[in-house]
């Protein structure tokens, strides 16, 4: 039964009044004018459209962008475009490397040439592509109605210049990899979406912006850092912690009891898995090594099956899938006195849930994108320890009790035990003790935001925590939240269009303040 849906607000004037944030030390370079000298300005990296009004600027704009033509899925029409920004957007120069960034526009069938305003969508992650389209359905087919939507694939993910363990094996030393990828979170994120809105928007308009949990993230960076580029805000599950230096301590306190109680939860509806996975655990702690042989040349260890919690227990379904995964753990006796083994099937599942061999972005910075000037030094490992005997697995058999999975947590050992992120683990090792992040957030801006914005914040969300969000929620002048258990972290994905629309309500006056 879900709570009743709250709406909170404090009265915001409209997007046309937003006003900008001062100077950043981490936005330099092309300047939007002021519309009043009373409007301070922030100061974007100086790209090749600093220009544009001039004819050498055209040519260079064509260099940075490039559309494809027109093509179709059942009710909608797509266009790629592919965008030529800075690795570096703080020094940007003609011999300074340069990314490929992609984005695909979307519009419902036949509006191909309306002039409708822009959306842009920004994917939950970090690490991950946005969503491709195979028809019109759910939030996306009610996007649709109102706008072209831009689906950003996020630097490194995708078709954006993405980072996998093949391509990073290009750059040669651990030191050279993190000095490449610092320039991947949501700052970096937020300067390609500005340089793609500069380029792809009809006289450069401010768009709508709707960011799904870490996606939200950086669409409060956005807001931070470059609110003049922004019409509008809508924010699900995505609502980051705004403290000082490092959050990930406090982030990670929160979501290990917030990860028990989902444990509870699905051992309450399936009872007979504690038993199963009690056998599981006991077959795997007793194997030579501690553990199996995966298919790709990884081990399965107590620890790691621990793992399957990041997608099982948080998302609409996760229960009921990672339950059947279950069901076939074990191979049939096929001959008697035959040895019992772990099926293929199940071992080859495993590596598809947790999927860090493809998105090892995931992985690499997922701390990171708690850290401002700080450190995370491995804070899942280290929080996680003060909870260990709740967490012990073997200990956990010993005392009769379910074996409970973990969270949205990054251990060190998966950089030994997913064979793919092996080569990659002195780098992991050095972006967990890396100290000079930049900022992400500005709390003085976000304190007199003007922008409209509007958030679903989930009552019993695993991964971003309902009292965290609620604290950063009081730090965004204006914002309006829905608050409710109808949904998991995965509402706008699981709802249909409900979520995309009741935010919607909330901007458009459509939907009562109490």
């Known amino acids: 039964m879900a709570v009743a849906a709250v709406a909170i607000r404090s009265a915001f004037p409209t997007a046309a009044s937003a006003a900008a944030p001062a100077l950043r030390p981490a936005f330099l370079g092309v300047a939007r004018a002021a519309a009043s000298s009373r409007r301070r300005r922030i100061l974007l990296s100086a790209w090749p ?17 490039k559309a494809g033509a027109w093509y179709a899925v059942p009710d909608l029409s797509l266009r790629d475009h592919r965008f030529a920004v800075p690795l570096d957007h703080s020094s940007p120069s003609p011999s300074s490397p340069t990314i490929t960034v992609f984005a695909r ?3 419902a069938a ?12 920004l994917q939950g992650g970090p690490g991950f592509e946005s969503p491709r389209p195979t028809e019109a359905s759910g939030w996306m087919k009610k996007a649709c109605e109102e706008y072209r939507v831009v689906l950003l694939d996020q630097r490194g993910t995708g078709l954006s210049t993405p980072l996998t363990t093949s391509s990073l094996s290009q750059i040669t030393s651990a030191a050279e990899q993190v000095e490449y990828l610092k320039h991947f979170r949501a700052d970096s994120i937020v300067k390609d979406a500005e340089f793609i809105r500069l380029h792809l928007v009809p006289d450069a308009k401010p768009w709508t912006v709707l960011g799904q949990s870490y996606g939200g993230f950086c669409a409060v960076t956005y807001l931070s850092f470059a609110p003049e580029g922004l019409k509008s805000v809508l924010l699900t599950g995505g609502l980051p912690p705004l403290g000082s230096a490092c959050t990930a301590d406090t982030v990670y306190r929160a979501c290990f009891k917030q990860v028990q109680q989902q444990n509870e939860k699905y051992y309450a509806r399936y009872p007979q898995d504690i038993q199963v996975i009690h056998e599981l655990v006991r077959y795997l702690n007793e194997s030579e090594g501690g553990g199996v042989s995966l298919p790709s040349g990884g081990r399965l260890t107590p620890k790691m099956l621990q793992c399957l919690g990041l997608s099982g227990l948080g998302s609409g379904g996760g229960f009921e899938r990672l339950h059947y995964l279950f069901e076939r753990v ?3 006796i096929l001959v008697p006195g035959a040895k019992k083994t772990i099926s293929y099937y199940f071992l ?9 061999d493809q998105n090892p972005l995931y992985a690499l910075l997922h701390e990171s994108i ?3 000037g700080s450190p995370s030094k491995w804070s899942a490992h280290k929080i996680g320890s003060e909870c260990e005997s709740l967490f012990d697995p073997i200990k956990a058999i010993k005392e009769g009790r379910p074996v409970y999975f973990t969270g949205e947590m ?8 997913i064979h793919a992120l092996r080569p990659l683990k002195e780098t992991a090792h050095m972006l967990a003790h890396k100290e000079d992040w930049p900022p992400l957030y500005d709390v003085n801006v976000l304190n007199n935001n003007k922008v409209p914005v509007a958030a679903a914040v989930y009552y019993e969300d695993m991964y971003v925590n309902f009292n965290i969000a609620k604290e950063t929620a009081s730090q965004i002048a204006g914002i309006r939240l829905w608050i409710t258990n109808e949904y998991m972290h995965s509402g706008i994905r699981d709802g249909g269009s409900h979520v995309f629309d009741h935010l919607m309500g909330l901007l458009n006056g459509k939907k009562p303040l109490f």
């Open 370 to 372: 708690y850290c401002q």
């Open 49 to 65: 459209v600093a220009a544009m009004s001039s004819s050498s600027s055209s040519s260079a704009a064509a260099a940075a962008h």
């Open 330 to 332: 074990w191979d049939p």
């Open 110 to 121: 036949g509006k191909e040439d309306l002039p409708l305003p822009y959306l842009l969508f």
């Open 348 to 356: 080859k599942e495993f590596e598809r849930w947790l999927g860090f």
């Open 410 to 417: 990054v251990f060190p050992c998966i950089f030994d035990e």
């Open 105 to 107: 526009e979307v519009v």
